[in-house]
T-cell receptor
Framework: GDSVTQMEGPVTLSEEAFLTINCTYT??????LFWYVQYPGEGLQLLLK?????DKGSNKGFEATYRKETTSFHLEKGSVQVSDSAVYFC???????????FGAGTRLAVHP | EPEVTQTPSHQVTQMGQEVILRCVPI?????FYWYRQILGQKVEFLVS????????KSEIFDDQFSVERPDGSNFTLKIRSTKLEDSAMYFC?????????????FGPGTRLLVL
């Protein structure tokens, strides 16, 4: 079945470091891809999304590109801040359905 | 900005008891969802609901679970006879039209502990 695999955390970075969180997926059709973020004590919030191959989603300095050839949707940010400390979830929505299938989540800790 | 709300934030119950988790989706949204996250595991889809009917459900969503939209604002998840393994964070979500690639908006979750 459809699934999402993302790099295990925790990821610990210093402020202003470059961030990459890897995400790959398995899907039989043409899914939409999402990154959700969960700040401490809060629910899941959409960070960015892409609905077709080669689309780039971006928000708050984060970017991810839908790569069909490598079935990937890696999250990147050029310069992280302490306020980016959170858990990041990669997810897909299979074509024809609107449920979300999540990866395991990656905890990011950014230190001053 | 409109948001999804959930009550209670925490619930402790005894095994075998019934629990009802409540959600108020964003007011003009038409699709509603429940997900759960067992501690240390992935967020898992339970059920989607549209037009007063279940549109899709996962293998987890067995006869012990039911969902209802009792009025124009609330969306509930009932677990009929709780088991220890039902202990998890339960998230409600809603989306506007249920279109492909549409954003789902999540509530803050209800942490359920079954003793």
């Amino acid at each position: 079945g459809d699934s999402v695999t993302q790099m295990e955390g925790p990821v610990t970075l210093s402020e202003e470091a470059f961030l990459t969180i890897n995400c790959t997926y398995t899907a039989t059709g043409y899914p939409s891809l999402f990154w959700y973020v969960q700040y401490p004590g809060e629910g899941l919030q959409l960070l960015l999304k892409a609905t077709k191959a080669d689309d780039k989603g971006s928000n708050k300095g984060f970017e991810a590109t839908y790569r069909k050839e490598t079935t990937s949707f890696h999250l990147e940010k050029g310069s992280v801040q302490v306020s980016d400390s959170a858990v990041y979830f990669c997810a897909l929505s299979p074509g024809g359905y609107n449920k979300l299938i999540f990866g395991a989540g990656t905890r990011l800790a950014v230190h001053p | 900005e409109p948001e999804v709300t959930q009550t209670p934030s925490h619930q402790v119950t005894q095994m075998g008891q019934e629990v009802i988790l409540r959600c108020v989706p964003i007011s003009n949204h038409l699709y509603f969802y429940w997900y759960r996250q067992i501690l240390g595991q992935k967020v898992e889809f339970l059920v989607s609901f549209y037009n007063n009917e279940i549109s899709e459900k996962s293998e987890i969503f067995d006869d012990q679970f039911s969902v209802e939209r009792p009025d124009g604002s609330n969306f509930t998840l009932k677990i009929r006879s709780t088991k220890l393994e039902d202990s998890a964070m339960y998230f409600c979500a809603s989306s506007d039209q249920g279109r492909f690639g549409e954003t789902q908006y999540f509530g803050p979750g209800t942490r359920l502990l079954v003793l």
